[in-house]
């Protein structure tokens, strides 16, 4: 209550005068952040064409993109994506959804936390590539084996995530709601949900970077498709240049995926921008 | 008005159960024999003893205690948020279909994730008011707090007397039949808290609502009050009541440069002192004993 008496007018018209994104040598951040890798490539590059490092193993990235270029021609390289696309879109939401009812009913009900807590910190130290196994056996060897998978590793963090973002909103809060006639639902709406919304989110991206671990590992146990099979499936056939392409194409869908949980936690949290 | 003093009958609170009121209206809010105690340790702490007072319709109520005596505990009992262990109390209910009770909490109670005209029609859109009615109430005490400027802003990006305001405009808006206000202004500096209390006293002269309001602060409790209950501290019982003679509608800066004003505050202060070192020695024989037992 104490801070914030810096004019009040100046903060909101002019919000946070930004230094230059310059730094001491004259270079952008942005330039830096593109150059490293790109220096690095060509590097890599070099050492291949000189013989330094083994071909066998480090292929040059020219020949990588070469047979990314014939993957993507041949239509092979986005039937895998797609499986795996699909798989992680099914699997994100069955872990989600029960994972936030659940998460936000022990937040506020203390029996239920009490009564559920130990069962979901007792499983969570699994590793959950351990049960692989026994959710082929359970599922099959179809689809459904691999999105529960997904939806087992989305599940874990988000649901001790919202339950500890529930817990930890301030109890004024719900004096607040409660002095002002809000019924259960809307206490729901209005305070539980947004109040634990940061930890949510940071729960859903630590579930969707776990259910990409996972798609992996299940897509090269059980599966014909998929960017984990083509992995394994390359090791097999000894294609190494085919197995860069697909930890490459692994690591742009994560990166693409935090860059689009940034921007809707942006949105579902216009407060904190 | 130079003649009228502050009424300073000391009433006993286990004794007679009622003031003298010199004005003949309505009450609003009656406490009969009311106690709270509270159980930590196994052991049993009495925070309100036997608290008996009565609240005419209309009428600008302060409570001052020193801290810890329990006010805030009145408070949230008087709001339905916690219960009496004995003893009861009753607010007259209003003919409309208004709210019985909104309460302007201490310290930070908007909330962070709305902005501020959201905040501020927050009781209006839990009692499922028809939008074009929120939006004339709200807008109406936005701009009487001076906040129509920051109407989508969220309170991250607001000075604590902004929000203060922001939590003043939401009470008001819920259109309450009263008010409870719970140290408003306690976490201000000097400047803004008086440029509050013109305002509040403004707003509250357009509607005259009945409001309890809680403070430490015995000159906040004179500007704003018409009559003030002085309370002790552990257990908290009723001291003392004085009534506050100032004309309405009051200039708060006029107000604070004539001599009663003075009078009043050190009536009450002069009170409360007693009070106030009584908590202090307890507080000090506590330690002592505590000591003595450790050895």
Redesign the interface.
Known sequence: MTQTSAPLAAQVVNPARRSPKKNKFGVSDRVLAIGTPVVLLLIWEAFVHLGAIDARFFPAPSSIFMRMGELIASGELWMHMWASIQRLFYGFWLGLVPAIVLGVLMGLSRPIRSALSPLVSGTYPIPKSALLPLILLIFGLGEMSKVVMVAIGVFYPVVMNTMSGVVQVAPIYYDVSKNYGASKWKVFKTVAIPGAMPSIMTGIELGAGLGLILIAIAEMMGAQEGLGFMIWNAWQLFSVETMYVGIFVIAVMGYIIALFLAEVAKWVMPWKR | MTTVKADRAHLNSRGAQNESSTMTSEVKISVDHLTKQFDSKGKTFTALDDINITIDKGQFFVIVGPSGCGKTTLLRIL???EKPTSGSFSIKEAASNR?E???V?Q???I?????VWENAA??LN??NVPKSEIKDTVGHYLSKTGLTA?AD????????G??QRVSIA?AFS?DPDILLMDEPFS???EQNKTLLHEELLRIWDETRKTVLFITHSVDEAVTLGDRIMIMTSQPGRVKAFVDVPFERPRDVLELRHRPEYGEVVYDIWQQLKQEVNDSAEKAKERAVSKAARSH
Do not use: E, V
């Open positions: 709001a339905g948020l709210p009770n909104s309460m909490f310290g930070d109670s909330f962070p994730w709305m902005t927050y009781g839990m009692r920051f802003a969220y309170p991250h990006q607001l000075s604590g902004m929000r939401r819920n976490a201000l500096d």
